[in-house]
């Protein structure tokens, strides 16, 4: 019997694995809720070491190689087999893809264990996801969508070299912001296809005037710039021309993000959301390129984080709640409690870029950002968790 009929006879006897978003959005979001207040902790009130070890790498490794593709898993999981028509991976096979990113984060937690097992755990989940997302997307032969497959192995690479980053210091900083550029590089590529579609279709729904589609050319070249900013960010992130191009990647996004008509979208968070998560990427850009010409007043940390808590956590819980919603059986509309983890990643987002301009409230900007944004996530789980662990309606 082949693995299609298997999957049709024999559905998921759980339903927190009976779809990719339900594991992953979960405990990514309890893992992100977790995650940062121990950082925060460990720098503010400890030694700065998170079981044993250097606590900022613990933080970029856990949130920038483990919140962040847990996200992307569940969203491709998903989104994956509506572009190929094949059914999805479910069942044992999900439960065995999920037990990999969970065994890198417990791993990364428990002082004692052997370095390289944990390692080779925690690396293994982006590879294992990335093949089955190139086979899931071939299979179906749906070549269009073959880069985001190629984006997920890079990242891959790039944690592979950020683990590997100890045994050869002269490549440190690159593997970090390479990953970033590639989740960046996500975001715009992804983003500039569901916002501008869920905009235009709350925009009909209520007799608004729809998003204009922009020129095919215009689209190419605001991507492509992106791609060479964020390239060049990776490569030279103090370099002039890096600065230029970064700037004018954040310009040129900010035009693509004002013609899908956001400020239409007032009525509805769960479409709002999406266009402020868009807009964090475009300011990360127009920060670091400022910190690249001008570090004395611009911190490059500002534009770190605005990628990072701003463009990061708020686009994936404006991606997370949404589906969340759509898939298992419910309206899509953003109740109170939504609302409320909106304006507290989008706080914990501002107070986290603010820190470094203003040093006379450094250490407290930083403490109300870990607070704020762990409320953010900690609702998700509260308000989400059951939808995501019990059957759909």
């Known amino acids: 019997m082949s693995v299609t ?63 962040a593709p847990g996200v992307i898993a569940g969203f491709l999981l ?32 428990v002082p004692g264990l052997p370095p390289a ?30 880069p985001v497959a190629a984006m997920v192995f890079l990242l891959a690479c790039a944690h592979l070299a950020w683990h590997l980053t100890p045994l050869a210091p002269q490549i440190a900083g690159y593997p970090e912001r390479g990953a970033l550029a590639l989740v960046a590089g996500l975001i715009l590529l992804i983003g500039g296809r569901i916002v501008p579609s869920f905009t235009i279709n709350w925009l009909k729904s209520r007799g608004l005037e729809a998003v204009r589609p922009a020129a095919p050319w215009r689209e190419r070249l605001t991507l492509g710039l992106s791609a060479a900013a964020l390239l060049g960010w990776a490569a030279a992130p103090s370099s002039l021309v890096t600065g230029a191009l970064l700037i004018a990647a954040g310009v040129a996004n900010l035009t693509r993000l004002a013609g899908w008509n956001g400020l239409k979208t007032g009525g509805e968070a769960l479409v709002w959301i999406l266009h402020l998560g868009y807009l964090w990427v475009p300011v990360a850009m127009l920060l670091l390129g400022l910190s690249a010409l001008a570090p004395e007043t ?4 500002a534009g770190l ?22 898939h298992t059986g419910r309206p899509r509309e953003a109740d109170a409690w ?49 939808m995501l662990a019990l059957p759909r309606r």
């Open 5 to 67: 009929a298997r999957t049709l006879r024999t559905p998921p006897k759980t339903a927190l694995f009976s779809f990719g978003f339900r594991p992953f959005f979960l405990f990514s979001a309890a893992w992100a809720a977790l995650a940062v207040p121990i950082w925060i902790g460990a720098l503010l009130f400890g030694d700065g070491l998170v079981a044993g070890g250097d606590g900022r790498s613990w933080h970029v490794d856990e949130m920038l190689f483990g919140y």
């Open 78 to 109: 998903t989104a994956v087999p509506n572009w190929t028509g094949r059914l999805p991976v479910t069942g044992l096979r999900l439960a065995a893809l999920f037990s990999l990113w969970a065994a890198g984060r417990i791993g990364g937690l």
């Open 117 to 146: 097992l944990v390692q080779t755990a925690d690396v293994a989940f982006l590879f294992v996801f990335a093949g089955l997302i190139a086979r899931e997307i071939l299979g179906g032969r749906n070549r269009k969508n073959l």
């Open 298 to 301: 611009f911190p490059a940390t």
């Open 305 to 326: 984080h605005a990628l990072t808590a701003g463009g990061i956590g708020v686009m994936t819980l404006a991606v997370t709640t949404r589906a969340s919603l759509g």
């Open 338 to 386: 939504t609302i409320v983890l909106y304006l507290l990643v989008l706080l914990a987002a501002v107070a986290r870029v603010a820190a470094p301009f203003v040093l006379s409230l450094h250490v407290g900007l930083l403490a109300a950002s870990a607070l704020l944004w762990s409320a953010a996530f900690a609702v998700f789980c509260l308000r989400y968790g059951p």
